[in-house]
């Protein structure tokens, strides 16, 4: 090996080892000081910053998230609103009109920086709307620690979606989102996506805020409340301390969060209970007759954190709130806001659980939603089912996620579905977004059951949790971990789901019936090849199960939670048709069929079973 070559040898070893060892994550510490007008719905606020840079890079610009000022008309957010049309979101518009082109100028949210300053010096900042850049005076040099100060003034906007003002069950202020707040720089740069409306993205911080409010409001947090004796709501008979404007002084902290969301209502009534072995829950919410479920919720809610602990991975935080505010259910840092008028008692567990549930996805294991939201929405929502089944049984429902298989498939075969892969704000319809990100997020992991086992996949998930947890995770690396654990090669799965709206159609060609045996033929009528199961059910009614591995796969399943199966030869992806005997004949046989479980997300299920007469 000459010199030459062995120091190009060397450099580009060196570079593929730093990829392979590349992962870091920023870190920042906020202390906060708010002072509201609640009676003009408005605030001040200082904040300082302590920024880490993780990163091998030096930074000569930070950027900053100024979300409010997308409330207003003819913001980013209504433009986009607009151009939708009659596929926009029905809480930004209403009869194909944004509501943001409506809002009084009064009621427009804003976040007006003051000034910024870098270790006591001033800076030069320009705002793109929801985006703040911000010029530094000296660069942050990687693994260094530098202190920004802030002083800005905001006005809650009129609650439209997510945050705001008088929501629509008569929450005075929903605090989300509310702060400028540092974006996330990782190996793929400065996460800036303006604020149309969807997702959210940030470093793990921890946070010291201080809010100062008229001594009449409740509040309700993701945080601990460091003085509950001081103010109103959370004990008995507190000693409600109050400055000369008669406001009482709330002292919130968190650590190793995404973010810190509040709301605060002047009849906010605040119960809390403690899970066994998990966190100390706080209903915060006005108690009524529309309301009443929140009572009979609590057994529920504890048994919701003991499954998920066992099931996906331990809530690392000490306390969770769900919150009555905002416009639906909207996750962040130890709490949620959620609509809290329910008609029955599984409507608001099902939200509850959702949002919940996304303390595991959005905050523990904290991916990028903006560019990849199945892997938390879809995620999620597969938790939800999952628990949801656990506590509603339903014994004429074939599995947790029937109901997700039968709408993808109503969907897909609508021809208005859009990968799953587009960027979250992004998406043109509204509700193919909801189907990319939601249904075949969720189905992603329902079809790698099916693939690889649910024995496996529970492994994988575990797995997936203690490494990644209070990490910023991408798919990248689930499927490192999906293709280790399982021993299967996954990419092609992967590829068709995620990448393509292709779909999976399979069925039952042709059964020829001979004196000891069954020969039967099936067909592969659509785009995206997989394993099958094949399924006899014989006439003294035992159930007998086969697995035909995909050729792609390279390694067959080993155990599912249906018991023994016999493993076929492999079906090569290129060959449209199977065929195999099986040791049967047709008096003795009832049924015959592909996948008796219904995990396979087959868009023509109708063809894959047949009664044997």
Same mark, same amino acid.
């Given at each position: 090996?000459?010199?030459?070559?062995?120091?190009? %040898?060397?450099?580009?070893?060196?570079?593929?080892?730093?990829?392979?060892?590349?992962?870091?994550?920023?870190?920042?510490?906020?202390?906060?000081?708010?002072?509201?007008?609640?009676?003009?719905?408005?605030?001040?606020?200082?904040?300082?910053?302590?920024?880490?840079?993780?990163?091998?890079?030096?930074?000569?610009?930070?950027?900053?998230?100024?979300?409010?000022?997308?409330?207003?008309?003819?913001?980013?957010?209504?433009?986009?609103?607009?151009?939708?049309?009659?596929?926009?979101?029905?809480?930004?518009?209403?009869?194909?009109?944004?509501?943001?082109?409506?809002?009084?100028?009064?009621?427009?949210?804003?976040?007006?920086?003051?000034?910024?300053?870098? $270790?006591?010096?001033?800076?030069?900042?320009?705002?793109?709307?929801?985006?703040?850049?911000?010029?530094? $005076?000296?660069?942050?040099?990687?693994?260094?620690?530098?202190?920004?100060?802030?002083?800005?003034?905001?006005?809650?906007?009129?609650?439209?979606?997510?945050?705001?003002?008088?929501?629509?069950? =008569?929450?005075?202020?929903?605090?989300?989102?509310?702060?400028?707040?540092?974006?996330?720089?990782?190996?793929?740069?400065?996460?800036?996506?303006?604020?149309?409306?969807?997702?959210?993205?940030?470093?793990?911080?921890? %946070?010291?805020?201080?809010?100062?409010?008229?001594?009449?409001?409740?509040?309700?947090?993701?945080?601990?409340?460091?003085?509950?004796?001081?103010?109103?709501?959370?004990?008995?008979?507190?000693?409600?301390?109050?400055?000369?404007?008669?406001?009482?002084?709330?002292?919130?902290?968190?650590?190793?969060?995404?973010?810190?969301?509040?709301?605060?209502?002047?009849?906010?009534?605040?119960?809390?209970?403690?899970?066994?072995?998990?966190?100390?829950?706080?209903?915060?919410?006005?108690?009524?007759?529309?309301?009443?479920?929140?009572?009979?919720?609590?057994?529920?809610?504890?048994?919701?954190?003991?499954?998920?602990?066992?099931?996906?991975?331990?809530?690392?935080?000490?306390?969770?709130?769900?919150?009555?505010?905002?416009?639906?259910?909207?996750?962040?840092?130890?709490?949620?806001?959620?609509?809290?008028?329910?008609?029955?008692?599984?409507?608001?567990?099902?939200?509850?659980?959702?949002?919940?549930?996304?303390?595991?996805?959005?905050?523990?294991?904290?991916?990028?939603?903006?560019?990849?939201?199945?892997?938390?929405?879809?995620?999620?929502?597969?938790?939800?089912?999952?628990?949801?089944?656990?506590?509603?049984?339903?014994?004429?429902?074939?599995?947790?996620?029937?109901?997700?298989?039968?709408?993808?498939?109503?969907?897909?075969?609508?021809?208005?579905?859009?990968?799953?892969?587009?960027?979250?704000?992004?998406?043109?319809?509204?509700?193919?977004?909801?189907?990319?990100?939601?249904?075949? =997020?969720?189905?992603?992991?329902?079809?790698?059951?099916?693939?690889?086992?649910?024995?496996?996949?529970?492994?994988?998930?575990?797995?997936?949790?203690?490494?990644?947890?209070?990490?910023?995770?991408?798919?990248?690396?689930?499927?490192?971990?999906?293709?280790?654990?399982?021993?299967?090669?996954?990419?092609?799965?992967?590829?068709?789901?995620?990448?393509?709206?292709?779909?999976?159609?399979?069925?039952?060609?042709?059964?020829?019936?001979?004196?000891?045996?069954?020969?039967?033929?099936?067909?592969?009528?659509?785009?995206?090849?997989?394993?099958?199961?094949?399924?006899?059910?014989?006439?003294?009614?035992?159930?007998?199960?086969?697995?035909?591995?995909?050729?792609?796969?390279?390694?067959?399943?080993?155990?599912? %939670?249906?018991?023994?199966?016999?493993?076929?030869?492999?079906?090569?992806?290129?060959?449209?048709?199977?065929?195999?005997?099986?040791?049967?004949?047709?008096?003795?046989?009832?049924?015959? =069929?592909?996948?008796?479980?219904?995990?396979?997300?087959?868009?023509?299920?109708?063809?894959?079973?047949?009664?044997?007469?």
């Amino acid at each position: 090996m000459t010199q030459k070559f062995l120091a190009i %040898f060397l450099l580009a070893f060196g570079l593929f080892s730093a990829q392979q060892e590349a992962y870091y994550q920023q870190y920042a510490k906020y202390k906060m000081n708010i002072e509201v007008d609640a009676a003009n719905f408005a605030y001040h606020g200082k904040q300082e910053i302590q920024y880490t840079n993780n990163s091998p890079d030096e930074l000569s610009v930070v950027y900053f998230h100024l979300y409010w000022n997308a409330f207003k008309p003819c913001s980013m957010m209504d433009q986009r609103v607009q151009n939708q049309g009659k596929n926009a979101d029905g809480r930004l518009a209403e009869n194909g009109v944004s509501r943001l082109s409506t809002i009084p100028k009064d009621e427009e949210g804003s976040q007006k920086i003051n000034w910024i300053k870098q $270790n006591g010096k001033d800076l030069k900042f320009e705002v793109q709307e929801t985006i703040m850049k911000v010029y530094l $005076n000296e660069k942050i040099k990687p693994n260094s620690t530098t202190t920004f100060t802030m002083d800005w003034d905001s006005v809650v906007p009129k609650q439209i979606r997510r945050s705001g003002r008088n929501n629509r069950e =008569g929450i005075d202020m929903t605090m989300t989102q509310w702060y400028p707040k540092i974006a996330e720089y990782d190996y793929d740069g400065w996460a800036t996506f303006d604020y149309v409306g969807r997702e959210f993205h940030a470093p793990f911080a921890d %946070f010291d805020v201080t809010i100062k409010i008229d001594k009449d409001y409740v509040i309700g947090a993701g945080g601990i409340l460091e003085n509950p004796s001081e103010v109103k709501g959370y004990t008995e008979n507190p000693d409600i301390k109050t400055d000369k404007d008669n406001k009482a002084t709330w002292k919130f902290t968190a650590k190793n969060m995404l973010d810190f969301a509040w709301a605060a209502d002047k009849d906010y009534s605040v119960e809390s209970f403690v899970v066994p072995d998990g966190p100390k829950v706080f209903f915060v919410y006005q108690k009524s007759e529309k309301t009443r479920y929140w009572e009979e919720a609590k057994p529920y809610i504890t048994k919701y954190f003991q499954i998920m602990n066992n099931t996906f991975g331990r809530y690392v935080y000490p306390t969770y709130s769900f919150v009555q505010g905002g416009d639906g259910g909207m996750e962040y840092g130890m709490c949620t806001m959620i609509l809290g008028e329910s008609r029955s008692l599984e409507g608001l567990l099902g939200l509850m659980i959702h949002e919940g549930s996304h303390s595991w996805f959005q905050q523990m294991l904290a991916t990028n939603e903006s560019t990849k939201p199945w892997l938390d929405e879809g995620f999620t929502s597969y938790a939800e089912s999952y628990v949801m089944y656990q506590l509603f049984p339903k014994p004429n429902e074939a599995n947790p996620f029937i109901n997700s298989l039968k709408g993808y498939a109503y969907f897909a075969k609508s021809g208005r579905e859009e990968p799953a892969s587009w960027l979250a704000d992004h998406h043109d319809n509204g509700t193919a977004y909801s189907v990319a990100s939601y249904t075949k =997020g969720e189905l992603f992991l329902v079809e790698l059951g099916y693939i690889m086992g649910e024995e496996t996949l529970s492994k994988v998930m575990k797995k997936y949790y203690q490494d990644w947890h209070l990490k910023h995770p991408s798919d990248r690396d689930f499927m490192h971990i999906a293709q280790q654990i399982s021993g299967m090669d996954l990419k092609w799965f992967y590829h068709y789901w995620i990448n393509t709206t292709k779909t999976i159609d399979y069925a039952i060609k042709d059964v020829k019936y001979g004196d000891t045996y069954t020969t039967i033929t099936l067909v592969n009528n659509s785009d995206v090849p997989m394993p099958i199961d094949f399924n006899v059910l014989t006439k003294d009614n035992k159930t007998i199960n086969y697995h035909i591995p995909l050729n792609m796969m390279r390694s067959p399943k080993k155990t599912d %939670f249906y018991g023994n199966f016999q493993t076929l030869d492999y079906w090569n992806w290129t060959a449209k048709e199977y065929t195999f005997s099986i040791p049967y004949k047709k008096d003795e046989l009832k049924v015959i =069929g592909i996948d008796f479980s219904q995990r396979l997300a087959d868009v023509n299920p109708e063809n894959n079973t047949l009664e044997v007469k």
